[in-house]
């Protein structure tokens, strides 16, 4: 038993336990039972294969332990030696379909608003105002090294300047709104 499983195992026995009282009070919000995905295994690697079979000989000591150990031995093994289990992997994984991952519920939705998104008509986007059309023009010349220096700058232009033009020009992109 993987610790996925011991996990939604232990989430559906308190819901069972306590679905009882909220059946009661919150009949609408019944909770749904928690499921383990299923991954497809992965590939597997001539070292992996190699402490496959090598774990449970190893006997007596921890598993840190054993790891080292079985490191130890894989990095002084010769290349005959280890291609043999290179072509045992490779034959494991021709036979082994890909594996594919599922995604979870928050990002199968999050993909979801990303298709409508793109999909869907979009909204009009706001109107310009005469202050988004100054800034527009007049931030790339503004003096300072950082953004913040230069709207500050413009601001304190903006406050300063005339400014029919650029609320006459706002009138002109801006169809007005109609009902």
């Not at 030696?81 to 072509?87: C, D, L, T």
Request: hydrophobic share 30%; aromatic share 8%; charged share 30%.
């Amino acid at each position: 038993m993987t610790p996925m499983h011991v996990r939604s195992f232990c989430i559906n026995y308190v819901r069972r336990l306590v679905r009882p009282t909220c059946a009661r009070t919150y009949a609408s919000k019944r909770v749904e039972e928690v499921t383990t995905p299923k991954l497809k295994p992965a590939k597997l690697n001539a070292y992996s294969l190699f402490v496959k079979d090598k774990f449970t000989s190893v006997e007596g000591i921890g598993f840190g332990e054993k790891t080292k150990a079985l490191a130890l031995t894989w990095s002084n093994m010769s290349k005959e030696e280890k291609q043999v289990f290179v072509e045992r992997a490779g034959k494991e994984n021709e036979s082994r379909p890909p594996r594919t991952r599922q995604k979870s519920p928050k990002r199968a939705a999050h993909l979801n608003a990303e298709q409508q998104r793109t999909t869907l008509p979009q909204k009009p986007k706001r109107h310009l105002t005469p202050y988004n059309l100054f800034i527009k023009e007049n931030l790339t010349t503004a003096p300072g090294t950082t953004i913040r220096e230069k709207m500050k700058a413009a601001g304190a232009q903006w406050k300063m300047i005339d400014k029919a033009p650029y609320v006459a020009q706002a009138k002109t992109l801006n169809p007005a709104k109609e009902g």
